[in-house]
């Protein structure tokens, strides 16, 4: 069964950086993109970025583009997220997921509906 865990989170001032993990247990034959989103206090969980396992393909959001960058070691069967030049708008609880419908000759997506296998979330604050 696929799980997912989330680390690195904490509080970071404005302009700063951090490094979140997601630990994957489970085959990698059994998704085809993992995504990063965030669910801020009051608001909608959002997409952040996905990478296509298969290809490596990105895709980040316009709020973090440039900003944050996603990366994936398959030897580890970790996914990580490079946060940096954070903002007080990307506090967040941050949260992994991965897509399980196959697919091919696209990058992945960033609509919450096909993922699933959600891990627990790690709180990123973004305070001076």
């Known amino acids: 069964q696929l799980q997912f865990v989330e680390s690195g989170g904490g509080l970071v001032q404005p302009g700063g950086s951090l490094t979140l993990s997601c630990a994957v247990s489970?085959?990698?034959?059994?998704?085809?993109?993992i995504g990063w989103f965030r669910q801020a206090p009051g608001k909608e969980r959002e997409g952040v970025s996905c990478?296509?396992?298969?290809?490596?393909?990105?895709r980040y959001a316009d709020s973090v583009k440039g900003r944050f960058t996603i990366s994936r070691d398959g030897a580890k069967n970790a996914v990580y997220l490079r946060m940096n030049t954070v903002k007080t708008e990307d506090t967040a609880v941050y949260y992994c997921?991965?897509?399980?419908?196959?697919?091919?000759?696209?990058?992945?997506?960033?609509?919450?509906?096909?993922?699933?296998?959600w891990g627990q979330g790690t709180q990123v604050t973004v305070s001076s």
């Open positions: 997921a991965a897509d399980k419908t196959p697919f091919e000759g696209r990058l992945c997506v960033l609509q919450i509906g096909p993922y699933e296998s």
């Open positions: 489970g085959s990698a034959t059994e998704y085809y993109a």
């Open positions: 990478t296509n396992t298969r290809d490596g393909g990105t």
